[in-house]
């Protein structure tokens, strides 16, 4: 008999609105500096590669956003995603804690990363233009973005980070079928890509450089908007369904976590779960200890700097205030393509500095154990990116198990990985390896931070 526990919510009962962390957190987010002046970006400014709702969001200081209604009807094809008591695994791991996790994996694409796409697509649609372009680490926000251009008749281009199009041809595939155009990056197409090439021809790329390549296509076609996975303020509320939803479904079972759990990359996945959670905390409500896995490889929250910096190797965009490993930063090309962000989400910096989250890093083949783990007592198997929120949570339980205590524990399975087993397969033949970022290549990428750095 499956031990499995679900809790669902009626199929109208999704979010009317995103919540905006900004209201409750102590001194905000720091703005957005124009790299020309130093200065605070402007609407005008933020106008070249955002639509006016998309800027609205992005500076405001109000508690919600309301969902428009064709986007909510859009999500009401997935919407709500279930929650689960994860009984098998908590038998497994013999602890007294009770396991709960989240699962993304339902939408059309197999992530979370269609909540904000579908919105983004939306605004630039109003704001009449033809197509969307973007960039993709493992493929996740590419394939997210491809479906939400069709969805509201627009053309797509991706430029993906080139080891993960090599890794994973089914995600450009799955790009492919939704009718967008998928291109290797660094490439031949825009001057950004030429150089890095002329440099390193066996580059395995980058998000910061194919967030060059993609702000390049966009300035130089007036016609696409540029659209973002991750990271900046706005991505980070429209994915705020997901904790919204949790919340009622942790009533549903008669428990609050004590513990929220999320994987770290640019922070869209970790933010959609753990900011509402944040929110009640702040208000006075009740508070739960939130933990973002990133890995070492990439340890941008667990070794970085809190600096000013671009968030391209291009250095085409704003400067943003945020944990950095560096724009320059070239991470190794392990198989979580969507953690391999050099810089976080403002506000996931903003969560640190107020101690009301905290950041491990955890090596790649652990995950991998993690998530073998969780396949064979849960029955799904977790993208790469999700096996860190999986292995934070199965220590969190550990721990209890150690100390003897019973805890509520609640984490974020961003994903289904269908389209990892060429990874998993690695993994099962010994062949995956677990990369750490030297203290010298850190210094380096460091050093090519802009001279307005410490804040």
Not at 108 to 137: D, F, I
Request: aromatic share 8%; net charge negative; charged share 20%.
């Amino acid at each position: 008999m499956s031990q499995q526990v679900k809790f669902t919510l009626g199929a109208d009962e999704y979010p009317h609105t995103w919540y905006n962390i900004v209201a409750d957190l102590p001194g905000g987010a720091a703005p957005a500096l124009n790299p020309a002046t130093g200065e605070p970006l402007t609407p005008d400014q933020m106008a070249a590669t955002m639509p006016a709702e998309l800027i609205e969001q992005e500076l405001s200081t109000e508690r919600e956003f309301e969902i428009p209604g064709a986007v909510r009807e859009l999500y009401a094809r997935w919407r709500p995603t279930p929650l689960f008591r994860a009984r098998a695994l908590e038998k497994a791991l013999e602890t007294p804690a009770r396991l709960y996790y989240k699962y993304e994996g339902t939408s059309p694409t197999g992530s979370h990363k269609p909540n904000t796409a579908l919105a983004q697509a939306y605004y630039h649609k109003l704001a009449g233009k033809r197509g969307l372009v973007t960039e993709t680490g493992a493929g996740q926000w590419g394939t997210a973005i491809s479906m939400a251009a069709q969805l509201f008749g627009m053309d797509a281009l991706v430029f993906m980070v080139k080891v993960s199009y090599e890794q994973k041809p089914y995600r450009r595939a799955f790009m492919q079928t939704y009718g967008a155009r998928c291109i290797a990056s660094p490439s031949i197409e825009t001057a950004a890509g030429r150089a890095v090439l002329a440099e390193d021809p066996d580059s395995p790329g980058s998000l910061g450089i194919a967030t060059s390549e993609a702000l390049a296509a966009a300035a130089a076609d007036p016609t696409l908007g540029y659209t973002v996975g991750s990271a900046l303020n706005h991505v980070l509320a429209h994915q705020t369904v997901i904790g919204q939803e949790a919340i009622a479904q942790m009533a549903l079972a008669d428990d609050y976590p004590d513990v929220v759990v999320g994987c770290a990359g640019g922070g869209s996945n970790l933010a959609g779960l753990a900011f509402p959670f944040i929110g009640e905390g702040l208000r006075g409500g009740r508070k739960a200890r939130v933990v973002a896995v990133e890995p070492a490889a990439c340890p941008t929250l667990t070794r970085g700097r809190i600096a000013y910096d671009f968030a391209d190797i291009g250095r085409l965009s704003p400067l943003v205030r945020m944990h950095t490993l560096g724009h320059t930063f070239v991470p190794p090309g392990f198989h979580a393509g969507g953690l391999r962000a050099h810089g976080i989400g403002p506000l996931i910096t903003r969560c640190l500095e107020e101690n009301v989250m905290e950041a491990i890093a955890v090596a790649q083949t652990d995950c991998f154990a993690a998530g073998v783990q969780f396949a064979r007592t849960e029955g799904i198997l977790p993208a790469p990116e999700s096996t860190h929120a999986v292995l934070g949570a199965v220590r969190e339980a550990l721990r209890c198990r150690e100390e003897g205590v019973s805890r509520s524990i609640l984490f974020g399975l961003s994903g289904h990985g269908h389209f990892d087993l060429a990874a998993y397969q690695q993994y099962f033949a010994g062949e995956l390896t677990d990369e750490s970022l030297s203290d010298e290549a850190l210094e380096r990428s460091l050093a090519a931070l802009p001279e307005l750095v410490n804040v």
